[in-house]
């Protein structure tokens, strides 16, 4: 079973505007991450935010999460056509292997 | 390239054949991982290294399923006797198992099995 949920499962915007996923969690966590992953490739680490952080930045990317809620979201500001790709949020479940959500598949169209 | 990098990137096999993939991590880590992935879904874990020693194996690693990281270095999985379910791409990663609980992994590209 998987222990994220993202939601959308699949979103669809215009080149510029901003991109939001969120992901929810079931189990206490140390640490969540978002990866991305372009068509048929591997993943690619994104972010990580802490269990005791609540907002984090990176570039054009801003991430949030909630302990109390057990969820996350990712938003992608200014987004580029570059951007399309599958998001993942990712938990690490007995201190070493990531449990993956099911993703959001972003296009951004030119 | 200092990346992970995984041999073949593409595997074609017929049902019943065994095939093994290889898997070379960052040089400096000493966690490797072995994730499936099928078409429109997430990772799932398979299995964990930590050095040589095999430390966690997913309900999914069947018996016919193997993999071994010798040295500490790069690792093998390999699947006996294929079947069509097997089809998906296997995704190794790595990451430094200090005492952060960041916990970051740097997936390599993955290898793609077909099983006709």
């Known amino acids: 079973s998987q222990q994220g949920e993202e939601d959308p499962q699949a979103l669809s915007i215009q080149e510029g505007e901003n991109a939001t996923m969120n992901c929810s969690y079931k189990t206490s966590i140390n640490n969540l991450q978002w990866y991305r992953q372009n068509s048929g490739r591997g993943l690619v680490h994104l972010i990580l935010i802490r269990s005791n952080e609540r907002e984090k930045h990176s570039g054009r990317l801003r991430v949030t999460l909630d302990t109390s809620k057990k969820s996350s979201s990712l938003l992608i500001t200014a987004s580029r056509a570059a951007d399309t790709a599958s998001y993942f949020c990712?938990?690490?479940?007995?201190?070493?292997?990531?449990?993956f959500g099911g993703g959001t598949r972003l296009m951004v169209k030119p | 390239d200092t990346g992970v990098s995984q041999d073949p990137r593409h595997k074609i096999t017929k049902r019943g054949q065994n095939v093994t993939f290889r898997c070379d991590p960052i040089?400096?880590?000493?966690?490797l991982y072995w994730y499936r992935q099928t078409l429109g879904q997430g990772p799932e874990f398979l299995t964990y290294f930590q050095n040589e020693a095999q430390l966690e194996k997913s309900r999914l690693l069947s018996d016919r399923f193997s993999a071994e990281r010798p040295k500490g270095s790069f690792s093998t999985l390999e699947i006996q006797r294929t079947e069509q379910g097997d089809s998906a791409m296997y995704l190794c990663?790595?990451?430094?198992?200090?005492?952060?609980?960041?916990?970051?992994?740097?997936f390599g590209p993955g290898t793609r099995l077909t099983v006709l």
């Open positions: 040089s400096e880590h000493n966690r």
């Open positions: 990663a790595s990451s430094w198992g200090g005492a952060s609980v960041r916990n970051e992994q740097f």
């Open positions: 990712a938990t690490p479940v007995a201190g070493n292997m990531l449990t």
